[in-house]
């Protein structure tokens, strides 16, 4: 037998993402006591995830099996023992078939079971919730409760993958802004096998939570399991549709769903340890079974779904309205998409629209492209952009997936940004500022992923931008070592069109352009726009009165008055392109940008796109181009500085005092020294004058002594003084004296 690898284990920081917050009331036709409180599923008016008209048609997650990797799974519950599945379940700390939670005085390992409710926790049996997928069997694995190793991820990861078609993980690194982690060579195997060889070679559906470590500024692209291809990585809404004060923003997330918020938004309700019920479930931990619930109910229409089927799925029905960001944008074939919410927020009657017709996408390609050898330092408060132009990319035409790998040296690297913009002009940001992250580590071929750009085409230029923030007075040095561009796509456009019920008949909508959401209230005969912030109360539980199905008109149907300055709209009456001299800003034409925007030129590029409005750098509360030296006007703490002609950055107040201070004492001090200086040689001059001024009376002196008799005379204190010498007598002087040359030290 021969050992082909070997590697020690180490235990690895895994930590749960759920969070903490308060709740209301409503009422419609589940009799489970929390059903009124379930905001997330029965607001109506394209306010929630649009389950109950999937309920409607009898979809309720029936036949797919559902696997929580988590603490355990209280498999007894009476809301969850009726869908409870035992080959979906292994208690891999424990080495044995039972999920069953260790309990103890504060509760730590209800994470699982909580995740467990929201999918499949049994409908209308008067016990607490219900799952969205309340039909759907449910099974647990306990790996989080005991040391986490790359072996017992891989365990947990490959569990009986012919049987389990979701695996849903709410949990990851430390999102605590300073740790970049991700699976080990048995980790990453296992995801491996899993979309390769699972569910009969359809491919394993991973879905992941994107993190918690808003509140640290974290980034989920330095977590190797959600900036993976393989995941379907799942960020959170609030109530309010506002980004929760724990998300963490990045480009590999791919949609989102609803979770807890700030003080007074409300939070998820669903099954807890000890038979009982909570309404506090928080988190991005939340959102990530709720996704994992909807994907369930699209492959119950459809077995046939593979893994990557899936996240085109989730792309085009994703819904962006209603949820509030400072960034979305429309990328190259007119999808808008954001850091924050990925492609919006998750439709689940749109999925199993989608889904049960739904033909395979055509098979992945993959291209790499390396970029010449570039070793290039990047100073404090500098950046460099790096250009590579893509004119073949063999078998891909239509992207997915797009990862930068990319090697640096930092001396601080949370102080690095990285941004990658694709050939059609689609600007994504790969790594934002991490204002923990002290490591020198840097990065060393890290797959930076993004998902801005499904569907555009890859040949072209792209740019990575790479800025190093470091201050002036501290050492902050980096250096781009290398880089390449991996694309994932397809070599054929997955063309297929959306299908879309208008009343008892299929249409079709182009996959590019999203549909129109309408709700037909069947007592009323009316049918009504689901706009957004319009809400429609549900009525009491009635046979007459069913739940509401959304339906979708067909565009060419549809009559929008275009907006001023509007060239072109999209379904929702979103301007997608504007009118000379307007610039196009998340979904509006304006006459002028708004604070912290600059109006942007496509034609510098070559593009024929619209202007637009993009986002000033943060430090800049207007600006003339996106760059930290482009600044016009600072915000209230800072101060414009401007260290050489055209560049004006904006500095915290603080950092300028401390700046101008030392500059100051600079001046100070080479003032003294060119006074100590001048002080000194002017003593230099006295010094020597003194000197020749001392030396001539000493040869007087020596003269008198040698004079002749009557030449010399002493005063009454006894000090003999020179006396002039008589006329007559100096020729005798002259005769007596001895002879003596002159030298340069007699000279006066």
């Given amino acids: 037998m021969q050992v082909r690898w070997a590697e020690q284990q180490v235990v690895k920081r895994r930590v749960k993402r759920d969070f903490i917050t308060t709740p ?31 309920w409607a048609e009898g979809v309720t997650g029936k036949g797919v099996v559902v696997t929580i990797l988590d603490d355990g799974l209280e498999k007894d519950h009476p809301d969850l023992i009726k869908n409870y599945d035992p080959n979906a379940s292994y208690d891999v700390n424990s080495h044995d078939p039972d999920p069953m939670p260790r309990y103890d005085l504060v509760d730590s390992n209800r994470h699982g079971t909580r995740c467990a409710g929201e999918v499949a926790a049994d409908a209308n049996n008067s016990i607490c919730a219900v799952g969205v997928a309340f039909e759907a069997s449910v099974g647990g694995v306990r790996m989080l409760d005991g040391d986490v190793t ?28 300073k740790t970049v982690d991700g699976p080990g060579q048995l980790a990453t195997r296992a995801f491996v096998e899993g979309i390769k060889n699972g569910r009969g070679g359809k491919g394993s559906v991973f879905v992941w939570a994107s993190g918690n470590g808003g509140r640290d500024q974290d980034n989920c692209n330095c977590d190797g399991y959600t900036n993976s291809i393989w995941t379907l990585s799942i960020s959170s809404a609030t109530e309010k549709g506002r980004v929760p004060w724990y998300s963490e923003a990045c480009s590999s997330t791919l949609a989102t769903t609803y979770s807890s918020g700030s003080l007074g938004e409300r939070q998820i309700i669903t099954t807890d340890l000890h038979h009982s019920c909570t309404s506090s479930h928080t988190g991005t931990s939340a959102s990530a079974p709720l996704a994992a619930a909807i994907c369930a109910l699209a492959l119950q229409v459809n077995r046939d779904i593979t893994w990557r089927d899936m996240q085109h799925i989730v792309v085009r029905t994703a819904r962006p309205e209603n949820l509030e960001a400072p960034d979305w944008q429309t990328n190259g074939v007119g999808r808008r998409v954001s850091h924050r919410f990925g492609y919006g927020l998750m439709d689940s009657y749109g999925m199993v629209v989608l889904a049960r017709n739904w033909t395979s996408v055509p098979p992945q390609q993959k291209c790499e492209v390396n970029a010449p050898h ?11 952009t790096l250009e590579l132009d893509v004119t073949d990319c063999p078998k891909v035409n239509f992207l997915e997936h797009v990862q930068a790998k990319v090697s640096l040296t930092a001396d601080r690297r949370g102080d690095i940004e990285i941004y990658l913009a694709s050939p059609a002009g689609t600007k994504s940001t790969l790594l934002a500022q991490r204002p923990h992250d002290n490591s020198r580590s840097g990065f060393h071929s890290w797959p930076f992923l993004t998902v801005h750009m499904w569907g555009e085409r890859p040949l072209g230029k792209w740019k990575l931008e790479i800025h190093n923030n470091g201050h002036f007075f ?19 456009e997955p063309g297929q069109a959306v299908p879309t019920l208008v009343g008892e008949h299929v249409s079709s909508v182009s996959h590019s352009e999203p549909a129109i959401h309408q709700v037909v209230d069947t007592t009323e005969g009316k049918t009504e726009t689901r706009d957004p912030g319009k809400e429609m109360s549900p009525g009491p539980p009635s046979s007459a009165a069913p739940v509401p199905s959304p339906l979708l008109m067909k565009l060419d149907s549809v009559q929008i008055a275009l907006p001023p300055g509007c060239s072109r709209v999209d379904a929702f009456g979103a301007c997608l392109e504007c009118l000379r001299n307007y610039y196009l800003h998340n979904g509006k034409c304006l006459q002028s940008c708004p604070e ?28 003339s181009g996106s760059q930290d030296y482009e600044c ?32 100051s004492w600079y001046t100070v001090l080479l003032v003294m020294l060119v006074g100590l200086i001048i002080l000194v040689l002017i003593l230099a001059v006295f010094v020597l004058r003194s000197r020749r001024t001392s030396k001539s009376p000493l040869k007087l002196r020596s003269i008198a002594h040698l004079g002749p008799l009557g030449s010399t005379k002493s005063s009454a204190n006894g000090i003999t003084s020179y006396a002039p010498v008589a006329r007559g007598d100096s020729e005798k002087l002259m005769t007596k004296m001895p002879f003596h040359d002159l030298t340069s030290d007699d000279e006066i």
């Fill in 24 to 54: 209301t009331y409503r009422s419609t036709w589940m009799n489970d006591p929390k059903w009124p409180q379930m905001w997330y599923l029965n607001r109506g008016g394209s306010l929630d995830m649009n389950v109950q008209a999937a």
């Fill in 150 to 177: 790359d072996a017992v991820e891989a365990r947990s990861l490959a569990l009986n993958p012919q049987h389990i078609d979701i695996y849903s993980a709410s949990w990851g690194p430390d999102d605590d802004g």
């Fill in 374 to 384: 570039v070793e290039k330092l990047i100073p404090q408060k500098s950046f460099v």
């Fill in 474 to 492: 501290t050492a902050g040095k980096a250096e781009v070592l290398e880089w390449s561009l991996t694309m994932y796509g397809t070599e054929t």
């Fill in 596 to 623: 912290s925007h600059y109006g942007w030129v496509p034609q510098d590029m070559g593009a024929t796109e619209s202007l637009s409005c993009r986002q000033c750098h943060y430090s800049c509360r207007s600006c």
């Fill in 632 to 663: 016009t006007a600072c915000w209230g703490d800072a101060e414009l500085y401007s260290p050489s002609e055209g560049q004006n950055h904006c500095y915290p107040r603080d950092l300028l005092n401390v700046y101008h201070s030392q500059q």
